[in-house]
């Protein structure tokens, strides 16, 4: 099992406070077959096999992704983001569940803005 912990700006923390998202509620977990996504009270999971790709990505606005879980009304991604610098997106073969509570809405890729991105990306290939 390996813990990827977000990378937290200062102009982040309190948005995310508001939230409930903590450094101690806000981790990355990959085990052998599983990928986990903590964020708050959010929660994402899904196989490693569900995977497709990743990308390391750059330059967030900070209005777009302070604070809560995002929905990205253009490709109904979700990002959960604690930094402006940078972060991993990652691309999964079915959607999965993140952001509301009832499992009906689904996201083709969700971003995380952990400390380690290219270290993560490499944790999802094996």
């Given at each position: 099992m390996r813990e990827?912990?977000?990378?937290?700006?200062?102009?982040?923390?309190l948005p995310a406070l508001l939230f409930g998202v903590t450094p101690e509620r806000a981790r990355v977990i990959v085990t052998d077959?599983?990928?986990?996504?903590r964020?708050?009270?959010?929660?994402?999971h899904t196989?490693?096999?569900n995977v497709s790709h990743t990308?390391?990505?750059r330059g967030y606005s900070w209005i777009r992704t302070a604070g809560p879980a995002h929905l990205s009304l253009?490709?109904?991604g979700?990002?959960?983001a604690t930094n402006s610098q940078q972060g991993?997106?990652?691309?999964?073969?079915?959607?999965?569940?993140?952001?509301?509570p009832t499992g009906f809405l689904r996201h083709p890729a969700a971003t995380v803005t952990v400390e380690d991105p290219e270290e993560l990306a490499a944790a999802l290939r094996h």
């Open positions: 990827f912990e977000f990378a937290f700006e200062d102009r982040y923390r077959d599983k990928l986990l996504v964020f708050g009270s959010w929660r994402l196989t490693l096999a990308q390391v990505t253009t490709d109904r979700v990002t959960f991993l997106c990652i691309s999964f073969l079915e959607p999965v569940h993140a952001i509301e």
